[in-house]
């Protein structure tokens, strides 16, 4: 288990399937929730090279910077979601095809 | 023993992070997203970052899950029959995942990594204060007003036209 790889290939899992939800998925959320996928494959990376790669603590501040970041774009990601709601009745991403009705 | 818990997190968060993608409930889905976040902490652990993993249980699971069920239970009539949401075009995006994941895992197995032998750190927290306050004070202070803005934003985006 202390190796780089099985760490890597983790992360690639993750950002595999993330990848898969943003592309298949219909519902917004669901994408998001890939996205999420995609940005913890991301920290992992940073984290693991912080212990293997000689990152050190660089990687953890940068892992963090990350999460900020996440938080602030679910944020503003959910708040696009509630208002296409409001105009389409709908959340599908696929039907959201106008910038207003 | 560790080698047993550390691939029981793996598998962990690898089965999670398949429901999360293909469950066709999203409450499910969310629920199986909280499993996944709390494996990739369990990573960070074996990983030595004992404060990132508990940034990512505290900011991650309490805050941007929450948010997002909130999302979920905003946008769906709880009772309607459309609360299951299938995948389009599922056979293609395999294809196009599957292809991106054997070029990452190829070239990982491919990449004669450096690997360094670290010391196990002391007071991580201590560090991360530390460089936050020095080395990267710019970035810092960037991602407070950037938190603001996406704070505004947000409000600004989800109020209800009067």
Redesign the interface.
Known sequence: ?D????????A??????????V?????A??V???I??IL?AA??NF??F?????M???G??F???V??????????A??????L??NFNS?NV?EAQQLKQ | MINIVFWFFVILTIVAALMVVLSKNLVYAAIALLVTLLGVAAMYVFLWADFMAGTQVMIYIGGILILLLFGIMLTHKITSVRISHTNVQRGFGALIVIAIFAGLAWMVNITPWLQIHSQEPQQTVHDIGILLMTDYLLPFEVASVLLLGALIGAAVLARKES
């Open positions: 288990m190796t780089l790889q099985v760490y890597l290939i983790l690639a899992i993750l950002f595999s399937l993330g990848m898969f939800a592309i298949t998925r219909r519902n959320i669901a998001l929730m890939g999420e996928l913890n920290n992992l984290i693991a912080a212990r293997f790669g000689g050190n603590i660089g953890h501040i892992a963090l910077f999460i900020v970041l996440a938080a602030a774009e679910v944020a503003v959910l708040a696009i979601i509630i208002n709601y409001q959340i696929d």
